[in-house]
């Protein structure tokens, strides 16, 4: 395993579409180890491919449950809005309040090819959309908003 560079600020790759992955081979296996490795280095909650450079659809996620790699994730449903706050390891100068749906069903693919939908709330929620955003070339800080916008239902 090794620890990966990231992208950061207004590097073009952040703004590119990540392609699908369609053989999960011992390149993507090492691609997830490195960035699962790199993502608790920086003790960060998640991580996309093109944060490492490298334009293919895989987000690592561990919100403190345990580790999630998810391949060519979509998300199927999603449910409510809670706006919180948010950053983002390719931008370690921001923080800001983004909205979000509260729950969130997704569907991916594991390393060993298995297919999967799980349900996610709050911050799997958040942390899973912002980074499938993150494979469509979006970042969160084009969609700050104001914490007055905050959804008190949460
Ligand atoms: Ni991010």
């Known amino acids: ?49 093109p944060q490492v450079g490298v334009l293919r659809r895989i987000i690592t996620v561990d919100i403190g449950e345990g580790a999630y790699v998810m391949i060519n994730p979509e998300i199927l449903e999603q449910e409510g809005e809670v706006v919180d706050s948010e950053g983002c390891l390719s931008f370690p100068d921001v923080t800001g309040y983004v909205k979000r749906p509260k729950k969130i069903k997704v569907k991916y693919t594991d390393l060993d090819g298995e297919d999967h939908e799980i349900e996610g709330e709050d911050l799997m929620a958040r942390c899973v959309c912002h980074e499938v955003d993150h494979l469509n070339g979006i970042v969160f800080v084009d969609k700050l908003c104001e914490p007055t916008e905050v959804n008190y239902e949460k």
């Open 1 to 49: 395993m090794a620890i990966r560079n990231l992208r950061l600020d207004e590097d073009p790759i952040l703004r590119k579409k990540s392609r699908p992955i369609t053989d999960i081979n011992e390149r993507i296996k090492t691609l997830a180890d490195d960035m699962l490795e790199t993502m608790y280095q920086a003790e960060g909650v998640g991580l996309a491919a």
